[in-house]
């Protein structure tokens, strides 16, 4: 894996590419759509988001038999490794924007680019960092967008539960949020998805007990891969087991079964 491309392009460069955002899902290779397959089979530069975590490596493992054909095949693409830091400093943040912006650019000058990650490229995804990078460089920039099956989708699939019925409402959030937001949104919604919980697990369950909502919370992490775990009952769960790929779905009106 490679952090750049030699001779990146300025933005009066001529671009001879497009760039593909695919989202690659959450986990398990045959959620991938077969648009992904065909154009990740083809396209010469495949762009990767990493982070100092390595969360974004999880996406070239969902791609890892497409880049075994191609090996096999003689056919390799290049492999370009994007830093996003995972801070909010936003001086930091923009410098990550404008490097990958020129590192993209200069892919894009030789030829077709797919950008990957987890889930749905544009549902709390890098890639929406990264046009945003991109734009400001070069505008307008031929984008193509791929959207992948989102880790919410799936872990309903895998809890064989309807996400919604009838008028119930949505609502999805990082559980981040300061708790009264969270408290106030499970007050207003019928079905509420809590994503990014690991670090505030203990938090999160003292208050869906508050709230006597224990039974009707499901917990599924890394859903579509060899490791994934999926349970109802959240006292079983130590708060520091508790994966980065981890999320609740709390159905107020109860569970099928």
Do not use: C
């Not at 065909?38 to 969360?55: N, W």
């Not at 070239?60 to 830091?85: G, Y």
């Not at 505008?139 to 193509?144: A, C, G, K």
């Not at 009264?180 to 809590?194: A, K, N, P, Q, T």
């Amino acid at each position: 894996m490679t952090g750049g491309i030699p001779g990146g392009a300025s933005g009066s460069s001529p671009l001879k590419g497009t760039l593909y955002g695919i989202g690659v899902g959450p986990g398990d290779p045959e959620l991938l759509t077969l648009k992904a397959v065909r154009i990740l089979r083809e396209v010469p530069v495949i762009a990767v988001p990493t982070s100092y975590s390595d969360a974004g490596s999880m996406a070239l493992d969902v791609i890892a038999p497409i880049l075994d054909e191609r090996r096999r095949a003689h056919r390799s693409p290049e492999i370009v490794s994007l830093l996003f830091p995972m801070t909010r400093d936003e001086t930091v943040l923009a410098e990550a924007r404008k490097t990958n912006g020129e590192i993209l650019l200069g892919a894009l000058s030789r030829g077709d680019v797919a950008f990957v990650a987890i889930g749905d490229i544009l549902f709390y995804s890098t890639f929406g960092n990264l046009l945003t990078g991109l734009f400001s460089l070069r505008s307008p920039l031929p984008v193509e967008v791929v959207p992948g099956v989102t880790s919410y989708s799936a872990a309903a699939g895998r809890l064989v539960e309807p996400l919604v019925q009838g008028s119930e409402r949505l609502a999805i959030l990082p559980a981040v949020y300061d708790p009264s937001e969270i408290e106030s949104v499970l007050d207003r919604f019928e079905v509420v998805v809590l994503m990014k919980i690991n670090k505030v697990f203990g938090p999160v369950r003292d208050l869906l007990e508050k709230k006597n909502l224990l039974d009707r919370t499901a917990f599924v992490s890394m859903v579509g891969r060899p490791e994934e775990r999926v349970s109802r009952t959240l006292d079983e769960l130590a708060p520091d087991s508790v994966p980065y790929m981890s999320l609740l779905v709390v159905r107020k009106n109860g569970w099928l079964k």
